[in-house]
């Protein structure tokens, strides 16, 4: 029996097309994945992400325990509200799972972890708390979660928090406000302006309701990826995952890694320098007819590489994708698509943000 | 639930095929097309080349995936849809119009006798839908 957030109504109502993404029944379009994407970057629209999985961490350990697991440094976190994207790796360097933290209080961080990996994280989370003799964490599967993105997107939510507008219209990109039961963030993983937002369950769908009276349209997990894709974010468990470094994965801007701070997957990472890195993360566009896919071989004149997220960008009307491929190689490559070579050009991601092709 | 015209032949994994003199025209049904989401390419056989049924002669993709479609028939290609190329999309607004993709000689009938009438082909997606 799949999980339901408590949307699912809302998506039927919607005319969505449900599919199963990991362990949830969760819409994958309402109709057009690729109107959804064109309504993200020019206006506003919503995801119902209530699968991913929320942790609270308190206690005076929290901080000491965050630096101790996290690639990234919370240290950065200045102010309360700030958010940060970070990897968890494993001993070898490898990816157990990427997320956001925000620093929400004196001793009080949040954490918003992946779906597909929600049981193995939360005893990754659990084994490196034992370490610690003052860390709590709170799972809190007693919320909802809407990301709210595009264009129009804030103005849009703004005119539902009059009473709070202008503590709203201050927060920054990368911040977050609690106002009452509502945790709001100005993040997402689309490219485009907005925040992304938690509430109580029992309030979630009167919530969802006031987004699609204030002209919010409900879009479609089709298109979350092509909109990350476009935006040159990582997928967890296709771009990356245990078995690959975030130096081999155009991740290597999060890691916090010069100073004398130890945390888990360091020693690895720099032996990893020290060897030399093998691969990279790069982005392309098929400059041949055809739709780039996952997996797909690259060949290069350094040899071959794979296509790690392919698909169609709805704003460059072309194919474009993530591959790892041998580090130093720059210019055109060749994807093999049914036994055929399409020809193929590296070029600097983002591929499409704030409504515009970078390309 | 999906439009399944009563003229037509289709194959049970959804290509629909019409009959106007010795040609035959083929494309697939708007329950693929609604079953693939977004049309972004497609890749058609060759005007001339001869196709043997069973075939994978056409590979049609979406946002999400590719696919590829079976020649209910053997024969000769005699014209494409060109227009495809550009507007893959046509498949989407009309799977059973400007949407059909390729047309050939027939060359033997009975391979036409032998696929599903509409009421066969609706059952099939009855049971999937």
Known sequence: ?359 | MSNVPSELKFLSSHEWLSVDGDIATIGVSDHAQELLGDLVFVELPEEGSTVLIGDTVAVIESVKAASDTYAPISGEVVEVNSELEDSPEKINDDPYGDGWMYKVKIDDPSEVADMLDASAYAEIIAEEE
């Open chain 1, 1 to 359: 029996m799949s999980k339901k957030t408590p949307f699912y109504q809302s998506h039927l109502d919607a005319s969505a097309k449900m599919v199963d993404f990991a362990g949830w029944d969760m819409p994958i379009h309402y109709g057009s994945q690729i109107t959804e994407h064109d309504i993200i970057r020019t206006d506003a629209g919503m995801f119902d992400v209530s699968h991913m999985t929320v942790v609270d961490v308190s206690g005076a350990d929290s901080g000491a325990y965050l630096r101790h697991l996290l690639a990234n440094d919370i240290a950065k976190l200045k102010q309360h509200g700030k958010a940060l994207y970070s990897c968890m790796l494993n001993t070898e360097g490898g990816v157990v799972d990427d997320l956001i933290v925000y620093f929400l209080g004196d001793q009080f961080y949040r954490v918003i972890i992946n779906s597909a990996t929600r049981d193995k994280d939360l005893a990754w989370l659990k084994r490196q708390a034992d370490d610690f003799s003052d860390v709590g964490l709170t799972v809190r599967d007693d919320v909802a979660m809407i990301a709210v993105q595009g264009p129009t997107a804030r103005e849009k939510t703004l005119s539902l928090f009059e009473s709070n507008r202008s503590e709203l219209e201050s927060v920054g990109r990368f911040e977050a406000a609690t106002i009452g039961d509502y945790f709001i963030a100005r993040t997402g993983y689309t490219g485009e302006d907005g925040f992304e937002i938690l509430m109580p369950l029992d309030q979630a769908v009167g919530f969802w309701q006031q987004l699609l009276k204030a002209g919010v349209k409900p879009c479609g997990l089709g298109a979350r990826d092509t909109l990350r894709l476009e935006a040159g974010m990582s997928l967890y468990g296709t771009d990356m995952d245990e078995s690959t470094s975030p130096l081999c994965s155009g991740l290597g801007w999060t890691l916090s890694i010069s100073d004398d701070r130890h945390f888990i997957g360091k020693s690895a990472l720099l032996a990893e320098k020290e060897q030399g890195v093998k691969q990279q993360l790069v982005g392309i566009v098929l400059k041949d007819k055809g739709v780039l896919r996952n997996h797909l071989k690259v060949v290069t004149v350094k040899g071959e590489g794979e296509i790690t997220s392919g698909s169609y960008s709805p704003t460059l009307g072309k194919s474009i994708a993530l591959a790892r491929i041998p580090v130093g190689v720059t210019g055109e490559v060749d994807v093999e698509v049914r036994n055929k070579m399409l020809k193929a050009e590296i070029v600097k991601i983002p591929f499409a943000r704030n409504g515009k092709s970078c390309i």
